[in-house]
């Protein structure tokens, strides 16, 4: 089976800090790679995504990924902060073309201003 | 993208009871999800209900506890039966889109659901 791992449980940051959050998961071949954002009190939203293509991905508000695939890995990078950033995260992947998607844990950032 | 309402927003619930979720989405999708988020955790996947095909059950949950209907392509329920305290949780609802291979998820508003 596969599995997402985000090792980051819970970052607290102040405004204008970067961010990385990190992301793993465990499966051989094709993936389709995903963040997802969650902000207080309202729903899970698409934050960025990765399908083929250049593996470093920009998304909304200022987010960027890399893929790295000899890592395993997809972490969430952002250089600069707000206030506005806090939020859970949570990454997650879709294998294969198949339709389940695994996600991670998920990791909540608290951005002090 | 697809945008996806669920009824109710929120629920208090006695043991032993059944609540049904609706989940309601602007266009047609065939792929539908009900997860469940309990609080500090993850999302899980209860099951997948694809428009004219029984729904497929992960482990750890079944038809008896969970059943779920998908009478078309804009609409499905999920129900919550016999509940007990455990079962306290968001309940989200989800859909696929995309060409298949690149699929994109989005997610409904959720269910809270408190068991007493």
């Known amino acids: 089976a596969q599995s997402v791992s985000q090792h980051n449980h819970h970052v607290i940051l102040s405004e204008a800090a970067s961010l990385e959050l990190g992301c793993n998961y465990s499966y051989g071949g094709t993936v389709n790679l995903f963040w997802y954002v969650q902000y207080p009190g309202q729903h899970l939203q698409l934050l960025l995504k990765y399908f083929s293509g250049d593996p470093l991905v920009k998304g909304i508000k200022g987010f960027e990924a890399e893929f790295i695939k000899s890592k395993f890995s997809f972490n969430l990078r952002k250089p600069s902060v707000q206030w506005s950033d806090t939020a859970e995260y949570f990454c997650?992947?879709?294998?294969?073309?198949?339709?389940?998607?695994?996600f991670g844990s998920g990791t909540k950032l608290n951005v002090k201003p | 993208s697809a945008v996806i309402s669920q009824k109710p927003s929120r629920d208090i619930c006695q043991r032993g009871t059944s609540l049904t979720i609706q989940c309601q989405v602007d266009s047609q999708v065939t792929m539908m999800f009900w997860y469940r988020q309990q609080p500090g955790q993850s999302l899980t996947l209860i099951a997948t209900?694809?428009?004219?095909?029984?729904?497929?059950?992960e482990s750890g949950f079944v038809i008896d506890k969970f059943p779920i209907s998908r009478p078309n392509l804009t609409f499905s329920t999920l129900t919550v039966s016999n509940m007990s305290p455990e079962d306290s949780s968001i309940y989200l609802c989800s859909v696929a889109s995309g060409l298949a291979g690149f699929y994109e998820q989005y997610f409904g508003p959720g269910t809270r659901l408190t068991v007493t």
């Open positions: 209900a694809n428009q004219g095909s029984e729904a497929t059950y």
């Open positions: 997650a992947v879709n294998a294969g073309g198949f339709n389940k998607f695994y």
